[in-house]
């Protein structure tokens, strides 16, 4: 990466679900790093996930590092899928000081029962490596854990930068964003957005913090936990996220994402309908069933888009519970400020409206009027569906684009 500076992660290929929820059919990487001075110090480590922590192992190895030699191991987030490593690690490298934030020492003793040779770190605070490297703390709480810091080292004007700046997926070929062929980058678009929709949009507060907190750093390239190292630009990914944070307030994309589950084809039926009416006014529309997609990629789409279409039964005098959990998950992760339609079709009471209406409560969402049908949905109220449609996409095509080809 620079001189006396080394990537020495793994790539995951797993079916394992990140965190335990999300898919990453992509697999992720595991990016750590290895600094080498007058001393040496480790930032970030791995997970023993998928081979990756031989591979960490044999990395080291490869620049020749033992372990014993490590000076100081630099947690900048105590998130397993970043430690989970560290409790064998510390048994090779006994002697290396444990630097982490006051908050991320807490956790070092919770998950890990260690207490001892660790040093303690705040904004402003630093470490000098020799031969020029020297390490620069800063705390940016929330992003997306509450001790989470970022490291930068001075000489190089690298930034690691934690799960800040991450994407899902696996290096494919390089580790650098300007080293990306132009095939493949869509691919790291999706998986930045998701993993940004999925981890850290409930944050998006903080990702602003602390982009303003390190307004003033020289970085020349960002060392992300996750996803690609922006040597090329780094201000591409710094915008990238300023754009997704954004996606939280009222600055979403002239996009709708239409999301519906149906237990007998009447709601789907009235879906067509009011696809139909939505289409006449060329706007992107991205269409989800549930519960046949995860909610992962479900996420994704709405988190940036202004309109959102939900479409679904009464089920058992409630809300079809596929549809049920999505509403609870775009509640947790914040996606606010849209313009909303809501159908469905119900037998014996409308209940799915009543949920609807419960988990909307506090959303801020622009809600039209609910489109409710009685089993199947007659011509007249076809055309209602047709017309709701087009109403939501017309307010939705009103709304200036955000989106940024940023540069690799």
């Not at 419960?358 to 489109?371: N, R, V």
Request: aromatic residues 12%.
């Amino acid at each position: 990466m620079s001189d006396g500076i080394y990537w020495i992660g793994a790539e995951v290929h797993t079916e394992d679900l990140f965190e335990g929820i999300w898919p990453i059919p992509e697999g992720v990487a595991l990016n750590a790093y290895a600094i080498k001075g007058d001393k040496i110090a480790i930032i970030e480590l791995v997970r023993e996930w998928g081979g990756a922590a031989l591979t960490f192992m044999k990395n080291l190895k490869s620049i020749d590092i033992d372990p014993k030699d490590v000076d100081y191991i630099i947690l900048n987030h105590l998130e397993p899928d970043h430690t989970g490593f560290f409790y064998m690690f510390r048994s090779l490298a006994p002697n290396a000081k444990v630097v982490t934030t006051e908050k991320g020492a807490a956790l070092v003793e919770g998950f890990y029962g260690i207490t001892d040779n660790i040093k303690i770190v705040k904004t402003g605070d630093s470490i000098d490596l020799g031969k020029g490297k020297v390490l620069n703390f800063v705390e940016i709480p929330n992003v997306h854990w509450p001790e989470t810091q970022v490291t930068y080292e001075s000489n190089s004007g690298i930034l690691f930068s934690s799960d800040a700046f991450g994407s899902y997926g696996i290096h494919k070929g390089s580790i650098f964003d300007d080293e990306q062929p132009e095939a493949i980058k869509p691919y790291w678009e999706e998986e930045t957005l998701r993993y940004y929709a999925n981890i850290v949009a409930k944050f998006s507060s903080s990702v602003l913090s602390a982009i303003e907190k390190l307004a003033d750093v020289d970085i020349k390239m960002i060392a992300p936990a996750h996803g690609l190292i922006w040597r090329g630009n780094p201000k591409a990914i710094i915008n990238k996220y300023i754009r997704y944070a954004n996606y939280s307030k009222e600055l979403q994309e002239p996009e709708i994402t239409v999301v519906w589950g149906s237990m007998y084809g009447n709601t789907e039926t009235m879906l067509n309908a009011i696809l139909k009416g939505a289409s006449e006014q060329e706007i992107p529309i991205h269409v989800h069933q549930v519960p046949n997609e995860d909610m992962s990629f479900i996420l994704a789409d709405v988190f940036k888009s202004a309109g959102l279409i939900i479409g679904c039964p009464t089920y058992e005098y409630g809300m079809f519970p596929p549809m049920r959990y999505v509403l609870e998950i775009l509640n947790e992760k914040l996606t606010r400020f849209k313009k909303v339609a809501f159908f469905g079709s119900y037998g014996w009471s409308g209940g799915a409206l009543k949920v609807f209406n419960e988990l909307s409560e506090k959303m801020k969402w622009d809600i039209e009027e609910p489109l409710l049908f009685k089993g199947y949905p007659s011509k007249e109220e076809l055309q209602k569906g047709e017309e709701l449609g087009r109403i939501i996409a017309k307010k939705v095509k009103e709304i200036p684009s955000k989106i940024k080809n940023e540069e690799y």
